[in-house]
Nanobody, 124 residues
Framework: QVQLVESGGGLVQAGGSLRLSCAASGRTFSSYAMGWFRQAPGKEREFVAVFTWIGEITYYGDSVKGRFTISRDNAKNTVYLQMNSLKPEDTAVYYC?????????????????WGQGTQVTVSS
């Protein structure tokens, strides 16, 4: 079984920054792709970013390119999402997810494990 725990959410003003963390436990992640998704009230879950362990490939959703950066710390089994130049439309619950394999997948239903989510609120 795999457990994912997100942290780092909060309230920030537009233009500010936050760093989210996702701590993984239960299995080694050398064969997992790690993704971040978000869901705003009344909207579908949206792909934000993904990081593959092998090859260290990253991919971002169009709405966050150039502002968000996904990274990982192998020793800590932790994935980060650095969010800069935040906008009110970035307000959502942010979820960390893990998927076996190292392909770039942007569809939530193909991810095997999910964290509980962390709230990010950006005020204007």
């Amino acid at each position: 079984q795999v457990q994912l725990v997100e942290s780092g959410g909060g309230l920030v003003q537009a233009g500010g920054s936050l760093r989210l963390s996702c701590a993984a436990s239960g299995r080694t992640f050398s064969s997992y792709a790690m993704g971040w998704f978000r869901q705003a009230p009344g909207k579908e879950r949206e792909f934000v970013a993904v990081f593959t362990w092998i090859g260290e490939i990253t991919y971002y959703g169009d709405s966050v390119k150039g502002r968000f950066t996904i990274s990982r710390d192998n020793a800590k089994n932790t994935v980060y999402l650095q969010m800069n130049s935040l906008k009110p439309e970035d307000t959502a619950v942010y979820y960390c997810a893990a998927r076996e394999g190292n392909t770039i997948v942007r569809v939530p239903r193909f991810y095997d494990y999910w964290g509980q989510g962390t709230q990010v609120t950006v005020s204007s």
